[in-house]
């Protein structure tokens, strides 16, 4: 078992399963969890290889982008994005009709009108999706 502690000392995130480092990012990443104030000083992780990293449905073989500071967190995944709650691959986020995103909350469509050229752009440029 591994844990992720914050800076202050609280565990963030407990992989029970992990054995080293990258499992345990590997498993909170797929549980959707953030891993902002996570206190990994003295932690290498880049150039850590997360291929084949898969949570059934959404691929995570690239160093997932994270977003903070916006309404809600965003994470971006090789194949999909999570907005807050709502994970799907990215071009079903492509397609969703303002009607769709605004059942998802309150604001959403405020959110995603803003953000959506964006946060593609992101995606795209990170070599993640391509239309």
Request: hydrophobic share 45%; aromatic share 8%; net charge negative.
């Amino acid at each position: 078992m591994i844990e992720i502690k914050q800076i202050n000392g609280a565990v963030l995130y407990r992989a029970e399963e992990a054995k080293t480092i990258k499992q345990a990012v590997m498993a909170a990443i797929v549980d959707g969890r953030t891993l902002r104030y996570a206190d990994l000083q003295g932690t290498d992780l880049q150039g850590t290889d997360l291929q084949g990293a898969k949570d059934g449905k959404y691929s995570i073989e690239l160093i997932p982008l994270q977003v903070d500071g916006l309404r809600w967190h965003v994470m971006i995944l090789d194949d999909a994005m999570r907005i807050g709650c709502e994970i799907h691959l990215l071009k079903d986020w492509d397609g969703f009709d303002d009607d769709r995103i605004e059942q998802m909350d309150t604001n959403a469509l405020e959110f995603w009108q803003v953000w959506k050229e964006p946060l593609f752009a992101m995606a795209k440029a990170s070599g993640r999706w391509s239309i």
